[in-house]
């Protein structure tokens, strides 16, 4: 398997983790078109913190106060330029952010720091960036929070930041106060670690690091180096692609909602974190027509999503059956060339694995969408002939290799 470790040793931030990610070699092009879409072209650089050397992301980003769904609007923008799975974790990152906000400051309209450009982009930089080194899971070590005081636009604040507290609050991530004071991580920090942590604090056993990479922050301290250390790792595997991963289980049975509130539901469900989610119709009690809804979720999200089925579905109870096991394949997300009517087009397409050769292609649907409406065609056809020309290129590859 093909693992990530974070090790925010001095903290994290938003700006930090994008650069760390990039330093280990994830699509710098990818990265930096997603972030132009939603404010302005980023500045990267090389940077030395004491004695490390690090990369330095500078959003070139303005200050600005926006509410959720301003901020979700904004995230439109890069719809074209990034993958549909990392714009939707962008879209769960702020959902975290939101839901702190909130916590501790009361229901209220606006974001503060979070709804600027800057944290617009960081965010998207970021998911953007884990999701082109498509790994299989990814751990975060210990995170240091700093402590003290520090100011922001309400005042003066304990460290960590109650936002920040209120992200990891309800999480497996294990924090520390660390030798020196000072906010080292930011709520944007938090809930990036938090959203991309897949594995359990325990050890994952033994590894080879396969690449390294760091990521600086803005300020540059003489007594120790201002930088999040991220590590692509191996480990070892059994020869089967095929993975074991446990879920939770949620279902809760409806006959008053319609199919709009359905939908929307479903969309919710898959925004917050689910796996999977699906309406199957059923016969209910005294004949009456409905629907069993289903949501896989990690443990850890699953209250979380009960809460949102219940709100969005108007139930008053959610079943939950803990730790069903799945296997799933591997699977990675990649670009090809698609030419259709005489314009070619760099194209994401899902791929599935079985014992290393790939039996499964499958288009992105919302770039797909995109590019029909441009092109004037049915969204089906261009579905068809993305996936057409990924299996071209499966069938162009040495035998065995697996790749496209």
Same mark, same amino acid.
């Given at each position: 398997?093909?693992?990530?470790?974070?090790?925010?040793?001095?903290?994290?931030?938003?700006?930090?983790?994008?650069?760390?990610?990039?330093?280990?070699?994830?699509?710098?092009?990818?990265?930096?078109?997603?972030?132009?879409?939603?404010?302005?072209?980023?500045?990267?650089?090389?940077?030395?913190?004491?004695?490390?050397?690090?990369?330095?992301?500078?959003?070139?980003?303005?200050?600005?106060?926006?509410?959720?769904?301003?901020?979700?609007?904004?995230?439109?923008?890069?719809?074209?330029?990034?993958?549909?799975?990392?714009?939707?974790?962008?879209?769960?990152?702020?959902?975290?952010?939101?839901?702190?906000?909130?916590?501790?400051?009361?229901?209220?309209?606006?974001?503060?720091? %979070?709804?600027?450009?800057?944290?617009?982009? =960081?965010? *998207?930089?970021?998911?953007?960036?884990? +999701? #082109? !080194? @498509?790994?299989?899971?990814?751990?975060?070590?210990?995170?240091?929070?700093?402590?003290?005081?520090?100011?922001?636009?309400?005042?003066?604040?304990?460290?960590?930041?109650?936002?920040?507290?209120?992200?990891?609050?309800?999480?497996?991530?294990?924090?520390?106060?660390?030798?020196?004071?000072?906010?080292?991580?930011?709520?944007?920090?938090?809930?990036?670690?938090?959203?991309?942590?897949?594995?359990?604090?325990?050890?994952?056993?033994?590894?080879?690091?396969?690449?390294?990479?760091?990521?600086?922050?803005?300020?540059?301290?003489?007594?120790?180096?201002?930088?999040?250390?991220?590590?692509?790792?191996?480990?070892?595997?059994?020869?089967?692609?095929?993975?074991?991963?446990? %879920?939770?289980?949620?279902?809760?049975?409806? =006959?008053? *909602?319609?199919?709009?509130?359905?939908? +929307? #539901? !479903? @969309?919710?469900?898959?925004?917050?974190?689910?796996?999977?989610?699906?309406?199957?119709?059923?016969?209910?009690?005294?004949?009456?027509?409905?629907?069993?809804?289903?949501?896989?979720?990690?443990?850890?999200?699953?209250?979380?999503?009960?809460?949102?089925?219940?709100?969005?579905?108007?139930?008053?109870?959610?079943?939950?059956?803990?730790?069903?096991?799945?296997?799933?394949?591997?699977?990675?997300?990649?670009?090809?060339?698609?030419?259709?009517?005489?314009?070619?087009?760099?194209?994401?397409?899902?791929?599935?694995?079985?014992?290393?050769?790939?039996?499964?292609?499958?288009?992105?649907?919302?770039?797909?969408?995109?590019?029909?409406?441009?092109?004037?065609?049915?969204?089906?056809?261009?579905?068809?002939?993305?996936?057409?020309?990924?299996?071209?290129?499966?069938?162009?590859?040495?035998?065995?290799?697996?790749?496209?």
């Amino acid at each position: 398997m093909r693992l990530l470790i974070f090790d925010p040793f001095h903290g994290a931030a938003g700006d930090m983790i994008t650069g760390a990610l990039l330093d280990c070699g994830a699509d710098r092009q990818a990265v930096t078109r997603a972030m132009a879409a939603v404010a302005a072209e980023p500045l990267v650089t090389t940077v030395t913190r004491a004695g490390i050397r690090a990369t330095r992301v500078d959003t070139k980003a303005t200050p600005a106060h926006r509410t959720l769904e301003e901020v979700m609007e904004r995230l439109d923008l890069a719809v074209p330029h990034m993958p549909a799975p990392a714009l939707a974790m962008a879209r769960r990152v702020f959902g975290r952010l939101h839901a702190a906000e909130e916590e501790v400051h009361g229901a209220h309209v606006h974001f503060h720091e %979070v709804g600027a450009d800057d944290a617009i982009a =960081d965010i *998207v930089g970021a998911c953007t960036a884990l +999701h #082109a !080194l @498509a790994v299989d899971g990814v751990k975060v070590l210990p995170i240091t929070l700093g402590y003290g005081t520090a100011t922001g636009s309400h005042g003066v604040f304990p460290i960590p930041a109650p936002a920040t507290a209120a992200i990891l609050k309800g999480t497996s991530l294990v924090a520390m106060p660390g030798d020196h004071a000072g906010e080292l991580c930011t709520p944007t920090g938090a809930a990036l670690l938090a959203e991309f942590s897949t594995l359990d604090p325990g050890a994952i056993g033994g590894y080879t690091i396969q690449a390294t990479g760091y990521g600086a922050g803005s300020r540059d301290p003489r007594y120790a180096p201002n930088v999040l250390r991220a590590m692509l790792v191996g480990t070892t595997g059994t020869g089967d692609d095929s993975k074991q991963d446990t %879920v939770d289980l949620l279902e809760t049975n409806v =006959d008053d *909602v319609s199919g709009e509130v359905i939908a +929307h #539901a !479903l @969309a919710r469900f898959m925004e917050a974190g689910a796996r999977d989610a699906s309406a199957v119709p059923v016969i209910m009690k005294k004949g009456r027509p409905g629907f069993l809804i289903r949501v896989l979720s990690l443990p850890e999200t699953s209250a979380n999503l009960a809460e949102i089925m219940a709100f969005e579905l108007g139930s008053l109870g959610i079943r939950c059956i803990p730790a069903v096991h799945r296997f799933i394949a591997d699977r990675t997300v990649e670009e090809i060339p698609v030419e259709i009517n005489g314009e070619t087009r760099q194209m994401p397409v899902k791929l599935g694995r079985m014992h290393g050769r790939i039996y499964l292609v499958k288009a992105e649907f919302d770039p797909a969408r995109i590019w029909a409406r441009e092109l004037g065609l049915p969204v089906r056809d261009v579905v068809r002939a993305i996936e057409a020309a990924g299996w071209d290129l499966q069938h162009k590859s040495p035998p065995g290799s697996g790749d496209l």
